[in-house]
């Protein structure tokens, strides 16, 4: 940055500014740090600044400028350093700035300047004193004849004492105003740049004494000789970078029982002679790397009572000196190999009251401990469980087992991995969690895990939730038959080495396009034997290395959505089964990738394919979990609801029924509403996978109808309105799993108030649930009557029941089966007729005769003539007493040329002879002319009178030379190179320092092939030099087409 002219830093949270910060500024004209926390400026600071022009040090905490503060800066025109807190300016800090022209001191607390600081300012136009603490004693009289004699400077300059002096301006006072007693001290006029003792520590000796000053930071400035600091038991939690670097004299720092969770990489840089660090009964859980490099002088280390999870092997790099180290009372549970080797002056050693995992990783530990008896604590194993409270120093090295080798064995880098999941069992790095009847996935699973085994659980939907991302090594995960539901966007990200994923057996339902993202490695993917109809554009995009894809046993859906797929299918050509359509009908079993792309079609505008993640339905407004599609006029209720909807408004719509399976998979929902629509039934189970449901408001629609079991399952349900319906009858039992009610709206039904309700009444009796607004409308004997207050006694069974009543939840009573059918009763008020012998139909309507079973093909319609007999009135085109004549159309056709005539329905086609086209084959196609030259990459079009040929260009192949060959097939590259195809040629791309055309020339030899190589002045006609290593002789490689052991002269005939 040496070029940097102009440097704004205000306005931020500076508190520190290190010395030589600006040292490479030489350029720089205009620095504002203004509007900071600045307390102190280290001396020289300005120094490498020749051509500073303008400083802005305004709305700081500086309370001293110094003899060295400002020095080197004779440039300087512009010197703002009002609103701080400056009570001393040093009699040499402003000499040498004779170019000054602005200077603002106001809003400080000085109380004395020394004589003639300004005298040297010949270009001073702004001079600012005001707001000071001026004492106006004989010291200050020079500043009242300075500013007489400049009268446009430090206006309202003022006394602040004495007292009879106070508010007076500076200037209009005389020589013999200012007094001093006899009793005050003449000023210095010099100011200590340091710091003095941070409040409200004490200093002495070079000791800075905070202990138990409840302070919550490490002090940013301390005198400068400072050789220690105490600054146990108080509330400080970080050391910051560079936090002791000015204090190059500091030999023992007391930070313990505060704390401390983080401290800097370079907090302790630079305290080359510090000998005592002690940090014991902090939070500290990582010590960074490098954070105790460079205290070569340390000898006592001071780590234990933290919470301490690892050690690196090169924490302890630079402390050569160091005698005591205490780590006893943390958190390690493996140390790696080397980690005490830099200690060569280690005399005590403290490692008890660790979890250490006494496994082959460390087996080290206990030698090294043998062979140096430094540890005094008495370290012990924690686990595994054999080796439980035995002392390390004692153990042999057989008993030191590689049962969790791969858990410890990367401890030297702070990555100790967890253990193996509890119900799991792990082998080498082989995790199996299967058949565990997991509801999840456990959150714990070891980082070296390379196959992850989680077949036969109960997993439901996979979230991405970063787990995989967290598992590096992983190569393979088995999820088969886990009753996995869907996969959520990203649930894969960053498991990069994944190459094998088995899902198959498992309930997914679709396959969205960022499904697998981050799985570029992934080899092998199972979708066998799912639910899966749709495939999502791009879906499989992220898989680049994908050779096997088994979607087998998928009830695909092959409408227009799908067509991508098929075409995706043919251009991969991957391994494994192929999977089929399921629906719809006519292609039913039909493989995939042979359906023509114009047989993907759509039946309805509204037939969707994948819906995906994020998804709202059509028409309806989604916020978070809340889904609204009130008054959009639905027919129906929307495929793909999110599955976390927590309130769902179908309400003033059109739907006349509840399809349970577009509501099941909702298991968070709490609030539904239906009303205002046009339902009639509510069926057996239909909200049964709702648990959480709390309100359900099916008020205002035409219901007449509810099955004993419609309302199974909500033992959560508070609230249920079915006000203003068409509600006769209510089956015993309809309400028994409302566990949770205690509003029922019932009010405005047509209540048929007999035995059969008699329970019901009971029923809102017992726990007033029903505010006393449903009333009876028959018999007439109980019309207008409550449910709520009247008797049980007097819902009796008198009469029959109207069929009109009974029909409306059993429509047999409606007696829609004609000519003597029995009608048999099915759930949502469904029927099916059973006809007497001689009738059919939905309804028994229609008498079998000569026309049943519609005996007319090809769409023909078939008429009944009398004595039995009937006659087929054909579609145009078809001809024969039952329309199976196809009219041969091809009869006069006009075709020339020798084509063939194809027949179609009222029409034909003609298949034109090689040569010729058009609509009937009139017209000859003109070869190898401007207008149809197909010929590409330059090649020669020849034309054969019926057909054309190609004559390509070297390097280009197929019927129209659009094919580049690949002249990599036999390329001869040495070395690992990297064939590149061209045109009729090929590139090697060298590896590492390999040079050569074909790569074969080593670095050394290409640095010496000249003087060297006796491939200098080698022979090979039709290949390259090859000289083998140990060799002092050279062979020819042959290219493809050439073979001869010495010089690949003989050409081979294919």
């Not at 205009?30 to 020289?44: A, E």
């Amino acid at each position: 940055m040496t070029n940097l002219r102009i440097l704004q830093l205000m306005e931020n949270e500076i508190h520190t500014i290190e010395r030589g910060a600006f040292q490479d500024l030489l350029a720089l004209e205009r620095l504002r740090i203004n509007n900071n926390r600045l307390r102190h400026l280290p001396d020289g600071l300005f120094g490498n600044m020749p051509n500073l022009l303008r400083l802005d040090l305004s709305h700081n905490q500086l309370e001293i400028v110094g003899r060295k503060t400002l020095r080197g800066v004779t440039t300087l025109k512009n010197l703002q350093l009002d609103n701080n807190q400056i009570t001393c300016i040093d009699e040499l800090a402003l000499r040498g700035l004779s170019n000054l022209e602005i200077l603002t001191l106001n809003n400080n607390n000085l109380t004395s300047l020394a004589k003639d600081i300004f005298e040297d300012m010949y270009w001073l136009r702004t001079l600012r004193l005001s707001d000071n603490n001026l004492i106006c004693d004989c010291h200050l009289a020079w500043l009242a004849r300075w500013l007489r004699r400049y009268p446009r400077l430090a206006l309202y300059t003022r006394c602040f004492s004495p007292h009879h002096l106070k508010g007076q301006n500076v200037a209009d006072l005389h020589d013999q105003e200012f007094k001093c007693s006899g009793l005050v001290e003449r000023p210095t006029g010099e100011c200590l740049s340091e710091p003095q003792c941070p409040h409200p520590c004490r200093c002495a000796d070079g000791i800075v004494d905070c202990q138990e000053k409840a302070l919550t930071k490490v002090p940013d400035h301390l005198p400068e000789g400072t050789t220690e600091l105490r600054l146990e038991q108080n509330q400080v939690t970080e050391i910051s970078a560079k936090a002791f670097f000015p204090y190059k004299r500091m030999s023992r720092i007391d930070l313990s029982k505060n704390q401390i969770t983080k401290i800097a990489a370079d907090a302790f840089q630079g305290l080359t002679s510090l000998t005592s660090l002690v940090l014991y009964g902090n939070k500290i859980k990582d010590l960074p790397a490098g954070v105790f490099y460079g205290l070569t002088s340390l000898q006592l280390l001071l780590l234990n009572a933290n919470e301490i999870s690892c050690i690196r092997r090169d924490t302890f790099k630079d402390l050569h000196s160091l005698n005591l180290l205490s780590l006893y009372d943390n958190n390690i549970q493996s140390l790696a190999n080397g980690t005490f080797d830099f200690l060569k002056s280690i005399q005590t050693l403290h490692l008890a009251r660790n979890p250490f995992i006494c496994d082959c990783n460390l087996r080290w530990l206990a030698e090294y401990l043998h062979r140096n008896p430094i540890e005094t604590s008495g370290a012990r194993c924690d686990t595994p469980k054999r080796m439980q409270r035995r002392r390390i120093e004692a153990l042999k090295d057989e008993k030191f087992k590689c049962v969790e080798e791969y858990r410890t064995r990367l401890a030297g880098e702070c990555l100790i991995d967890n253990a193996c999941p509890n119900g799991c069992s792990c082998e080498g790095t082989i995790v199996d969690c299967s058949g565990r009847s997991l509801k999840e996935i456990p959150k714990d699973i070891p980082m070296y895990t390379t196959e992850l085994l989680l077949s036969d659980n109960d997993l439901g939907r996979l979230k991405s939730d970063g787990l995989f991302g967290r598992l590096p090594n992983l190569q393979k995960l088995d999820l088969r038959r886990s009753k996995i539901t869907g996969i959520e966007e990203n649930t894969f990200e960053g498991c990069s080495r994944l190459s094998e994923l088995l899902l198959s057996e498992n309930k997914i339902h679709e396959v969205h396009n960022k499904m697998f993202a981050g799985l570029g490695n992934l080899k092998t993917l199972s979708l066998y034997d799912n639910q899966i109809t749709c495939v999502m554009p791009g879906s499989f995009d992220a898989l680049t290395s994908l050779h096997s894809l088994n979607l087998l046993y998928n009830p695909f859906n092959c409408n227009c959505h799908l067509a991508w797929f098929a075409e995706w299918l043919r251009k991969r050509n991957l391994s494994s089964g192929s999977p089929r359509c399921y629906s719809p009908p006519r292609v039913k079993d039909v493989q995939i990738y042979e359906l023509p792309h114009h047989e993907f079609k759509c039946t309805s505008e509204s037939e969707q394919g994948c819906l995906g993640d994020n998804y709202c339905p059509p028409k309806c407004t989604c916020t978070g979990t809340v889904v609204r599609c009130s008054r959009v006029r639905l027919k129906e209720i929307p495929r793909g609801i999110p599955a976390e909807t927590s309130e769902l408004y179908l309400d003033v719509n059109e739907i006349p029924v509840i399809h349970g399976n577009r509501l099941s998979h909702l298991k968070s929902l709490t609030r539904l509403d239906l009303s205002n629509n046009q339902i009639q039934v509510l069926s057996n189970f239909t909200f049964a996978n709702l648990s959480k449901l709390s309100t359900l408001i099916i008020s205002y629609n035409k219901l007449q109808c509810i099955e004993r079991d419609a309302l199974a399952g909500l033992t959560s349900l508070r609230i249920i309105s079915l006000h203003g319906n068409d509600i006769s009858m209510v089956p015993e039992g309809a309400f028994a799993d409302l566990q949770s009610i205690t509003h029922l709206a019932v009010g405005a039904n047509p209540f048929y108030c007999d035995c059969s309700l008699k329970w019901l009444a009971d029923w809102v009796k017992r726990d007033y649930v029903e505010p006393g607004t449903a009333r009876c409308a028959e018999p007439h004997n109980m019309r207008d009557k409550l449910l709520l207050t009247t008797p049980a006694s007097a819902f009796v069974c008198k009469g029959h029941i109207s069929y009109e009543i009974l029909s409306k939840c059993n429509a047999c009573y409606s007696f829609p089966c004609a000519n003597s059918g029995t009608c048999e009763a099915l759930p949502q008020r469904k029927y099916v007729c059973r006809c007497a012998p001689g009738f059919h139909g939905q309804s028994c309507q229609h008498m079998i005769d000569a026309c049943f079973g519609n005996p007319c093909r090809n769409g023909g319609t078939c008429k009944v003539m009398e004595e039995g007999r009937f006659s087929c009135h054909c579609p145009p085109g078809y001809t024969g007493d039952r329309c199976e004549t196809d009219i041969n159309d091809c009869l006069n056709n006009k075709c020339e040329n020798n084509a063939t005539c194809v027949d179609l329905i009222q029409s034909y086609e003609c298949h034109c002879q090689p040569g010729f086209m058009g609509e009937y084959c009139e017209t000859k196609i003109p070869f190898c002319t401007l207008e149809y030259n197909p010929c590409q990459n330059g090649a020669h079009c020849v034309n054969i009178i019926t057909d054309y040929k190609c004559e390509c260009l070297p390097g280009y192949s197929g019927e129209n030379c659009s094919v580049n060959v690949d002249d990599c097939v036999n390329n001869i590259c040495q070395n690992g190179a990297t064939c590149i195809d061209g045109v009729n040629d090929y590139v090697c791309k060298c590896p590492g320092d390999l040079t050569g055309k074909y790569c074969e020339i080593a670095p050394m030899v290409a640095m010496l092939y000249p003087q060297t190589s006796p491939c200098q002045h080698h022979d090979c006609k039709n290949g390259i030099c090859f000289q083998p290593m140990g060799s002092n002789d050279y062979v020819c490689k042959c290219a493809p087409g050439y073979s001869g052991k010495v010089q690949c002269s003989l050409h081979i005939l294919i």
